[in-house]
């Protein structure tokens, strides 16, 4: 088995490092929601769409309720990497899936920009993957119980459309990534027509809770404002001081909690991107 490294969201290889890395550093509110939400909500199944490496897939997949894992990949060299992420954490329950989810059932051709990380897509010009709804993989019977991420750039609709029995039936909790302005307006008024309110956006996330949780909502807010309250703070601080903030043990604590327990912080990339990820500007 190939070298992997160790992190509070789970063990990955080595190959998958980087791009896992990325996530923790760029979606710390979001992986604490989306966790925050399994735990409170009691919810025994997470279904990943556009799991990728399977940043989400092993974190979830890891916590102490189980929940049975449904991860979703169309790309085959990802794949085979969220493959062996999973197989790295024996402890999780998980059915993989080499499938794009649309609204149809066939092929497309699926756009490669990277070997592994973000920007593959469905989009012309790339070798044919399968498709299949969501809706012809999973059963809608059964209690309200998952929670669900879709990560499909740019595709959110289509997925949405081929999981409507699903979602309506079985989801409590969904996060839906639509970084373009004009496309968050329609995922939310299907969402709403689904029956969930519209908790937030988390940078290119937005969350979603079905209306029938609705006394959960400020529970889950605040667990956002809380995140992201410490990682502005975090921030400010290394704007101020720069390179010698990471040099006070009780920062560096407080970083690796909320960024996944990576042990290579450095002032450059990963300043810009809290500034920026957060509004403080620099």
């Known amino acids: 088995m190939s070298e ?11 190959e998958s490092r980087q791009f896992v890395r990325l996530c923790a550093l760029a979606e710390p509110a979001q992986l604490r929601m989306m966790k925050a939400a399994v735990r409170r909500l009691r919810l025994g199944l997470f279904v990943d769409i556009g799991a990728n490496l399977g940043a989400y897939s092993v974190s979830i997949g890891r916590l102490a309720r189980r929940p049975l894992v449904e991860a979703f990949e169309p790309s085959p060299d990802t794949f085979e990497e969220l493959r062996r992420n999973i197989s790295l954490n024996p402890e999780i329950a998980a059915r ?9 059932a066939g092929e497309a051709p699926f756009e490669r920009r990277l070997r592994f990380g973000p920007g593959n897509r469905i989009a012309e010009g790339g070798a044919p993957v399968r498709l299949a709804p969501l809706d012809d993989i999973l059963p809608a019977e059964g209690a309200r119980d998952a929670a669900v991420k879709i990560d499909v750039e740019g595709h959110e609709r289509p997925v949405i459309e081929g999981a409507r029995r699903f979602l309506a039936a079985r989801a409590a909790y969904v996060q839906v990534e639509t970084w373009r302005g004009p496309g968050r307006a329609p995922v939310r008024a299907e969402m709403r027509r689904l029956g969930f309110l519209f908790l ?19 529970g889950l ?13 975090l921030s400010a601080r290394l704007a101020r001081e720069g390179e010698r ?13 909320l960024y996944g327990g990576f042990e290579d912080i450095r002032i450059g990339a990963w300043r810009r991107r809290l500034l920026g990820g957060f509004g403080i500007g620099g």
Do not use: C, K, M
Request: no cysteine.
């Open 4 to 14: 992997h490294v160790e992190t509070s969201l789970g063990r990955f290889t080595a």
């Open 96 to 104: 993989l899936h080499n499938v794009a989810l649309s609204d149809r």
């Open 200 to 218: 937030l956006r988390a940078q290119g996330d937005q969350i979603f809770l079905h209306e029938s949780l609705a006394a959960e909502a400020e």
């Open 221 to 233: 807010r605040d667990v956002h404002s809380d995140v992201t309250d410490r990682a502005v703070a």
């Open 245 to 257: 903030a990471l040099l006070d043990p009780s920062l560096r604590r407080q970083a690796l909690r």
